[in-house]
């Protein structure tokens, strides 16, 4: 690929990525301080409950060829327990969601234990 073509290529990509990461940091500083429209501050604050339901879903339709049901209904329960345990200990969406598609993960790598 020619540089002319890379270098923007590569540089929107990085724009890209730092504004996944900053865009939701800001949305926060900005949901505490008030300033937000009350529809825009419910919409980011579900977010994260959205973020779990879209990975159970995700891992749900793992179930579907009854061929994969004993292994894959281990795993479901593995991330779902895990992320229901997490949210109740700290509150935080993101963590539960993180621990939950570890422990799901982990269930589906070593299904036997």
Do not use: C, Q
Not at 20 to 49: C, E, I, Q
């Amino acid at each position: 690929m020619p540089l002319e073509v890379l270098l923007p290529v590569v540089l929107l990509g990085g724009l890209a990525t730092y504004l996944t990461r900053y865009l939701p940091m800001a949305a926060a500083k900005w949901l505490t301080d008030g300033r937000l429209p009350p529809r825009l501050s419910r919409f980011l604050r579900a977010l994260g409950p959205a973020a779990i339901a879209a990975l159970l879903a995700l891992s749900l339709a793992e179930l579907l060829p009854a061929a994969h049901l004993p292994g894959a209904a281990l795993a479901v329960l593995a991330g779902a327990g895990t992320v229901i345990i997490v949210h109740r200990l700290t509150g935080n969406p993101a963590w539960a969601t993180l621990a939950g598609a570890v422990a799901y993960g982990l269930a589906a790598v070593f299904p036997g234990g």
